[in-house]
């Protein structure tokens, strides 16, 4: 008989017995540990490189340059900028019968300081900043804030730069009016409570001793910098540095069964989608774990899914087999099958307006498969057809991965976007799927333990049968 866990269980919770508990902290505790660490697409990136060379896997620059050929069972990555990573495990079938791809993203919204950022004002030190994918700018103030990312000297010389995740850290933060004066401020829109030319760092109020230099607090700063870092000024101009919530993943509710961190859309997908891999030990079709930049601001640019990156990369893999041939790389992405592993809204008893409950996401109850996104009527949509929900239905089910459907919002509300539409291009088969979050965009983001398992269940299911 054919089995529906969807309607033997309420919620995923129901199902797990004690061995199937330990699994579910158990990742969700090494997912913690991860998204601690890696508050910025390069530092992701960096992170999965190290652990997947752990599990055996190798840069296929290297392959390329040694004249090294390729063979099933291999398990190789190609590193785009830093900030775009793809890992292949080889199967044993030929490339050009399709692979079967995992896609998210993992870049984050955030504040990006501007390319001069540094500026003193009333005896204080700023830094000025853009702010990067959609935001809500007013739940960016008066909260504990990190420098992450990357400055690359006119020698080539690349620093790594992280300030306010250590205990011993200082924090940096944006002010906010305070309540006493801000009678103007709570008549405005929210979008215009705290606009986005406001969002300034502060960074300092001490000055140097030297009373002859003119803007003494920038220079203070400016002195610390090089001291720790070995960088001047005009270094800023070549530099990556993302203002990100200062703090860890924590366990969140009192009986832990979820997880509040920074930057959960999307790279609690990519965590889980990379995890399911590491699990597979062999394939006959090739299998892949696409992590790319740019999603929040449209996936453009030479790291975002709009690049060629992924199908250059793949025409070097299949170079690498002694398979290459144009039309077979067009084979290639024709019969590969997706998933567009990214978040979706969960949802919210205090905000129970904007979903329409039929087809709303709800914690506990499994990894969620959106048929299509976009906004009102469907514009910019994927939207996947029937015969390939069908068989992702079938392999779930006989997987016992508890997984759900839902739309983004209710029809009118609003909307969002995944990579989903780009890979579709290819017109092979993708679908949209992850894990329903509370606070989507927002500086702390929340998600469901028993999700991020299924998550990983329902991903290593699909490499191993669609």
Not at 58 to 70: P, S
Not at 171 to 198: C, M, N, P, T, W
Not at 253 to 267: C, E, K, P, T
Request: aromatic letters at 8%; a negative charge.
């Amino acid at each position: 008989m054919e089995q529906n866990l969807r309607k033997e269980y309420a919620l995923a919770w129901d199902k797990y017995d004690e061995e199937d508990l330990k699994k579910v902290f158990s990742i969700s505790d090494r997912y913690k540990n991860f998204i601690s660490k890696c508050k910025t697409e390069r530092e992701s990136v960096d992170e999965l490189i190290v652990l997947a060379e752990k599990e055996g896997y190798r840069n296929v620059q290297d392959i390329i340059n040694n004249g090294e050929t390729l063979k099933a069972g291999d398990k190789v990555y190609a590193n785009n900028m830093g900030k775009t990573l793809a890992l292949f495990l080889i199967g044993s079938e030929p490339l050009e019968k399709g692979l079967r791809i995992l896609g998210a993203h993992v870049d984050s919204p955030r504040l990006d300081l501007k390319q001069n950022p540094l500026y003193e004002d009333g005896g204080l030190a700023l830094f000025d900043t853009h702010y990067y994918g959609g935001v809500k700018k007013y739940q960016w103030v008066t909260i504990p804030l990190a420098i992450h990312g990357v400055i690359v000297k006119k020698d080539g010389t690349l620093v790594k730069v992280e300030i306010g995740e250590d205990d011993n850290d200082p924090v940096v933060g944006i002010s906010d009016l305070l309540i006493h004066l801000a009678g103007k401020q709570l008549e405005k829109k929210a979008r215009e409570v705290i606009e986005g030319e406001d969002l300034n760092v502060l960074v300092g109020s001490m000055p140097i001793k030297n009373k002859e230099v003119k803007e003494r607090v920038k220079e203070n700063i400016l002195v610390l910098l090089n001291e720790k870092y070995g960088i001047i000024e005009e270094d800023f101009v070549s530099s990556e540095l993302e203002i990100v919530p200062a703090g860890k993943a924590r366990d969140y509710g009192l009986d832990r069964s979820m997880v509040m961190g920074y930057g959960h859309d999307d790279r609690i997908c990519a965590y889980t989608s990379f995890e399911a891999l590491l699990e597979l030990k062999d394939t006959d079709r090739t299998c892949v774990a696409l992590f790319v930049d740019k999603e929040e601001i449209g996936s453009v640019g030479a790291t975002g899914m709009n690049s060629k990156f992924f199908e250059n990369i793949l025409a070097e893999i299949m170079d690498r087999k002694g398979e290459y041939s144009e039309l077979k790389l067009r084979r290639c992405l024709n019969n590969s099958h997706m998933l567009s592993s990214d978040v979706t809204a969960a949802h919210d008893p205090n905000f129970p307006g904007v979903l329409e409950k039929n087809n709303a996401a709800y914690f506990g109850k499994g990894v969620v498969f959106c048929k299509y996104t976009g906004a009102r009527g469907k514009s910019g949509s994927n939207d996947a057809n029937p015969e390939y929900i069908a068989r992702i239905r079938e392999i779930m089910d006989k997987n016992e991965v508890v997984w759900q459907t839902a739309e983004l919002g209710k029809v009118d509300q609003g909307g969002g976007g995944t990579i989903a539409y780009i890979l579709a291009q290819y017109n092979m088969e993708v679908i949209d799927c992850g894990i329903a979050l509370h606070n989507m965009h927002a500086p702390w983001e929340v998600a469901s333990k028993a999700d991020i398992y299924e998550a990983v269940k329902c991903y290593k299911a699909f490499l191993k049968e669609i």
